[in-house]
């Protein structure tokens, strides 16, 4: 065989082989850079820093994972932009204004609609990515509306409305027709799909969350130090448990939904909980969390420190720091493999 076709074909395999390597990212927002850390999966050094806006709290990703969305919240309450992040140049592309839905902040994906709290304007709103415009818009009449859970099929969502201490269970219904005050169906009634919030006190500062893997339990911390247990089926409060530890803020079921861990702002505290037990197993310093991301993967956790101006990386196996990250006043973090092709 000719050695030219021979190179040219090995050429042309690398080359493919190439443009469909996978990328992957720890990705991380510096509020006082106001910047967009790119990290190296596996070395978490740096790759780039991608600019965002003046006030980025949370990282929200689309389905194909070529898209980054980041909420900027500017609590003083005139935030309204969501920057977005094309994951495969590693640039902004755009920025989404949110006004007349004021402060964005939690955020969740489906079906090519993005969904946001709007804790100024005291409701959740779902945006259209394709159409670029809001479609939904449900208040919650709560205050400091902060976090969002959104179920896998798009029917339920939760928030943590943080200054009200309540949940906001909303649920997408079939409602039977408006019966008019003469008692009489018009011909042409027939059920309809809307939503519905349920309130569930949780008292006041609840913030972080986390939500079992079967959909039927919810947690959440007080910065009092109490952790509350929520059953999403009957929608009320099954627990109440005082750990003894103030700033309690965030809070992430282990991968396999037997531990929670849970990170004071105050104390410094990281502490791991034991579902089954209801016992504190490990209490430990790292430092004051104000975000926790767990990495499946490499069963690792990342803890926002953001006094403390540095992201502790947490060994979930060892339960013990294993790695600081120095960055001015960290929040969001997430992971992320972009398949390029």
Request: hydrophobic share 40%; aromatic share 8%.
């Amino acid at each position: 065989m000719n050695l030219r076709l021979v190179l040219l074909g090995f050429c042309l395999f690398s080359a493919q082989l190439c443009l469909g390597q996978n990328n992957k990212y720890v990705l991380l927002l510096s509020k006082a850079e106001k910047k967009m850390w790119v990290l190296d999966y596996k070395t978490l050094g740096i790759v780039t820093k991608i600019p965002v806006g003046e006030d980025p709290h949370e990282i929200e990703l689309s389905a194909d994972k070529s898209t980054a969305y980041v909420s900027n919240a500017v609590i003083a309450g005139t935030g309204h932009i969501i920057n977005v992040i094309d994951l495969k140049q590693l640039k902004p592309v755009k920025d989404i204004d949110t006004k007349p839905f004021y402060v964005p902040h939690g955020m969740a994906f489906h079906q090519d609609t993005l969904w946001f709290t709007a804790q100024g304007s005291k409701c959740v709103v779902a945006y259209d990515l394709k159409a670029d415009k809001p479609v939904e818009v449900l208040g919650t009449g709560q205050g400091f509306t902060h976090l969002l859970y959104l179920t896998p099929n798009g029917n339920t969502f939760y928030t943590t409305n943080v200054e009200s201490g309540t949940i906001s269970i909303f649920e997408r219904k079939e409602i039977p027709p408006y019966m008019p005050p003469t008692g009489v169906l018009p011909a042409n009634a027939k059920n309809r799909l809307e939503w519905r919030q349920t309130l569930v006190d949780v008292g006041a500062g609840a913030e972080g969350f986390d939500v079992s893997a079967d959909g039927k339990e919810l947690w959440t911390a007080r910065p009092d130090g109490y952790i509350v247990l929520v059953d999403l089926v009957k929608k009320q409060v099954k627990a109440r448990i005082n750990l003894h530890v103030l700033g309690l803020h965030r809070i992430k079921l282990t991968p396999d939904g037997k531990t929670l861990c849970i990170v004071s702002v105050k104390t410094g505290d990281l502490l791991f909980y034991n579902i089954a037990s209801r016992k504190l197993e490990k209490q430990i310093k790292i430092g004051k969390g104000a975000g926790i991301f767990i990495d499946k993967e490499m069963n690792r956790m990342f803890v926002s420190c953001t006094p403390d101006n540095y992201v502790s990386v947490v060994d979930l196996a060892a339960r013990k720091e294993i790695k600081r990250i120095s960055t001015g006043r960290p929040d969001g973090i997430t992971s992320v493999t972009v398949i390029n092709n």
